[in-house]
C-alpha cells in the first residue's frame, strides 16, 4: 500500500541553526501538507502546498518557514532559524485533489531544538 | 471558545465493551469530518470520513455527524486491545479553492484492557 515516507525520523538541532525536513508524497497525490505536535498538544496545521504554490498557511507559519518542491518528488520544509519552541513532531500529509479530506500522514520527523 | 473540543481522557474498557468517542466544534462551516488512530510516536492514520450529517459505518467502527448540535461520534464495538490508541477528530470547512486545512481536536486516549 503506498504511503507518505519522512526523513530523518529525528533531528537535534541547536537554537538558530537551519533545518531541513523532507517528505516523499504518495507518487499521484497532488496536494500537500505541513503540520506540526508539541508534546502533548493537538496536531496544528501549518501550510498547504499544490502546483508549486502555498495555497494556505496558519500563523504559525512565519518568515522563518518556508516549503519546497525541489525535484518533482520530495516536498521539504525549511526552518531558517530554529527556537526552543519549534521542537514538535513534525508531519507531512497528502491527499488527491478531489478527495482533500482524506489526508494521509507519514510517520513524522521529531525536532529537537536545544 | 475553541474550534474543536474533544475529551482527552483517558478512556479505559475492558475488550468486547462498546466504545463510545466524542468531539463537538463551534465553526459551523465544518462540512467534512474524519477519524484519524495514532499510536505513540506515530503520525495519525486515517479511518473514517463523514460529510456533512449522518451516519457511516466501516465494520466494527461507525462515525455519527449531527450538524444541528455540531458534534460527532465514534463508535467502536466488539474493542480490542489492538484499538488502544490515541483518537483524533478532524474537520475541514471545504468551500472550494484552497480550505483544504483540518483542524483537529486533542484526541481521546483509548485503552482496551485484555
Known amino acids: 500500500e503506498p504511503e507518505v515516507t519522512q526523513t530523518p525520523s529525528h533531528q537535534v538541532t541547536q537554537m538558530g541553526q537551519e533545518v531541513i525536513l523532507r517528505c516523499v508524497p504518495i507518487s499521484n497525490h497532488l496536494y500537500f501538507y505541513w503540520y506540526r505536535q508539541i508534546l502533548g498538544q493537538k496536531v496544528e496545521f501549518l501550510v498547504s502546498f499544490y502546483n508549486n504554490e502555498i495555497s494556505e498557511k496558519s500563523e504559525i507559519f512565519d518568515d522563518q518557514f518556508s516549503v519546497e518542491r525541489p525535484d518533482g518528488s520530495n516536498f521539504t520544509l525549511k526552518i531558517r532559524s530554529t527556537k526552543l519552541e519549534d521542537s514538535a513532531m513534525y508531519f507531512c500529509?497528502?491527499?488527491?485533489?478531489?478527495?482533500?479530506?482524506?489526508?494521509?500522514f507519514g510517520p513524522g520527523t521529531r525536532l529537537t531544538v536545544t | 471558545q475553541k474550534e474543536v473540543e474533544q475529551d482527552p481522557g483517558p478512556l479505559s474498557v475492558p475488550e468486547g465493551a462498546i466504545v463510545s468517542l466524542n468531539c463537538t466544534y463551534s465553526?459551523?462551516?465544518?462540512?467534512?469530518f474524519m477519524w484519524y488512530r495514532q499510536y505513540s510516536r506515530k503520525g495519525p492514520e486515517l479511518l473514517m470520513y463523514t460529510y456533512s450529517s449522518g451516519n457511516k459505518e466501516d465494520g466494527r467502527f461507525t462515525a455519527q455527524v449531527d450538524k444541528s448540535s455540531k458534534y460527532i461520534s465514534l463508535f467502536i464495538r466488539d474493542s480490542q486491545p489492538s484499538d488502544s490508541a490515541t483518537y483524533l477528530c478532524a474537520m475541514s470547512a471545504s468551500s472550494g479553492g484552497s480550505n483544504y486545512k483540518l483542524t483537529f481536536g486533542k484526541g481521546t486516549l483509548l485503552t482496551v484492557n485484555p
Open positions: 465553526n459551523s462551516a465544518f462540512q467534512y
Open positions: 500529509a497528502t491527499s488527491l485533489q478531489s478527495f482533500f479530506y482524506e489526508q494521509y
